[in-house]
């Protein structure tokens, strides 16, 4: 992604000529694509795109822009977005005492794998405290009993509308979320299930597989419903198991499967490579 570049995502109702129609507002404006996915759902009759689009620093041009794709939106019945690609989102992280996928993330946006500003990493344990501090991150810690688990989350919420969270990444945070809360932040919470989903939700999904004798395992990345482990899909992992692998290997195994499908997942949110429809989601990948 170039610093300048600008990210479109719109879905509508399956038409004739609307790739035609969007991408000739750009080139109107003098501007080029430098990426450019489209799908059309031929089951549900739905459009999906998203443009990465070259451009400068010229607001009048980038605004006139914006009022195009807003008219041409209303035309076609789209929700849509536009944003600048070299703004970092904001991605609040949560734990608990697994520091695995903390670990992981904080690593890959060390290196420039993930392009997100963290304004803070929230747990209920402090297990992962000094992790974050060695990143030089702000730690936050609610503590989280049944007694003020409501209260708890109300902080939580209020933390992340103050820093305009664009992501809240469940990273192994051992919680059921509130119905309001995934209300509120719809779309925006992103969690890893240890398990191939819909395969064994719940709690122990790898003592599950192993009492099952499975051959294969794997982790489900997803956006957070207030339905427990059954929201929209954005990525999942998967590993062969072998006879001779005990509970403790498919544990280590599982956690190998959560890091790369929590990482790919987060990566897709942040880039806006997502799309959601329903219960589903379009995954325009790099």
Known sequence: MTSKGLIFKLSCPDAVGLVARVTGLVAARGLNLAEAHSYTDHAARW???????????DGDALA?????????????GATWSLRRAGQAPRMVVLASKETHCVTDLLWRRKFGELQAEIPFVLSNHRTCEGVVAAEGLPFVHVPMEPANREAAFREIARRC??????????????????????????GRIINIHHSFLPAFAGADPYRQAFERGVKLIGATCHYATAELDA????????????????????????????????????????????????????VFRD
Request: proline share 2%; hydrophobic share 50%.
């Open 161 to 186: 509308e103050e820093v305009g969270a664009d992501a809240i990444v469940m990273a192994r945070f051992m919680q059921i979320l509130p119905a309001w809360f995934c209300e509120q932040f719809a």
């Open 47 to 57: 459009f999906f795109l998203r443009l990465q689009i070259d451009a400068g620093e």
């Open 231 to 282: 929201g929209p899909i954005i990525d999942q992992e998967v590993v062969r198991v072998e006879h001779f692998h005990d509970l403790a290997d498919l544990r280590r195994l599982g956690r190998d499967c959560e890091r790369l499908a929590l990482a790919r997942g987060v990566r897709y949110h942040l880039e806006d490579r997502v799309l959601l429809h329903g219960a589903k989601t379009i």
């Open 64 to 76: 006139a822009l914006e009022q195009d794709f807003a008219r041409c939106a209303g035309e076609v």
